[in-house]
């Protein structure tokens, strides 16, 4: 592991990085649960298709050390729903994050613990702050293009993807009429406290 600084550039037409420790690949397969159209999930199974990639630049786990790279959600839908990340909330809540849109269209759902939520748009030279405490799913709403953005966030915050993955994030983002609509995810309640 550098400890010295160090330099990396990132392709945007290429889409990857010079130089990266991780490259992790997500396929449909990895999402089980988290499409409303079940049907729609089955039958894209046996094809797999990748949904998203991630190419990270590896840092310590530590406070004070900053993870980065990008990430790469492809173009489809799993009924009407669009291709997207798994989502997570960090495991240590109190850590943000910040996004920058290379490439592409889409938005990112977020929400507290305590069910507020917003959507924030994604394109071209767009920077979002996502505070901490709120979970986050990045969602590619182009018809053919990649969505590719920056991040980077804290090397302590970790990922806790079991809370997202009991019911989902409470706004879906689908494609109704030809048109990009967010709507009630009809799996998610209230948490009882
Ligand atoms: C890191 C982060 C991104 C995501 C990436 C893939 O905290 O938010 O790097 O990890 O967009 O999404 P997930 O991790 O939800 O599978
Ligand atoms: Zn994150």
């Known amino acids: 592991m550098k400890q010295h600084p160090f330099t990396f550039s990132i392709s945007v037409p290429d889409e990857t990085l010079s ?5 992790i690949v997500r396929r449909l ?14 039958a894209m199974l046996s094809q797999d298709p990748v949904l998203y990639e991630v190419y990270e630049i590896k840092r310590p786990e530590s406070e004070g050390e900053l993870m980065n790279g990008i990430s790469i959600v492809h173009p489809g839908k799993v009924g ?15 850590t943000a ?5 290379l490439k592409g269209e889409g938005m990112m759902v977020m929400e507290t613990p305590e069910g507020e939520w917003s ?7 767009c920077v979002l702050y996502v505070p901490p405490r709120w979970a986050h799913r990045s969602v590619n709403t182009g018809q053919l293009v990649n969505l590719v953005t920056f991040f980077i966030y ?3 915050a970790g990922h806790d993807y079991g809370t997202i993955e009991q019911q989902g994030f409470r706004k879906l983002v689908v494609e ?3 048109r990009v609509q967010v709507i009630d995810n009809p799996r998610w309640h209230p948490k009882e406290r």
Request: proline share 4%; charged share 25%; net charge negative.
């Open 154 to 156: 804290p090397g302590n």
């Open 80 to 94: 009407e729903e669009y291709f997207m990340t798994k989502g997570h909330f960090h495991t240590v809540l109190d």
């Open 19 to 23: 130089e990266y420790d991780n490259h």
């Open 97 to 101: 994050e910040v996004y920058y849109c």
């Open 29 to 42: 397969s990895a999402m089980v649960g988290q499409y409303q159209d079940a049907q729609a999930f089955t």
């Open 176 to 178: 109704r009429d030809g």
């Open 119 to 125: 959507i924030e748009e994604l394109h071209p030279g």
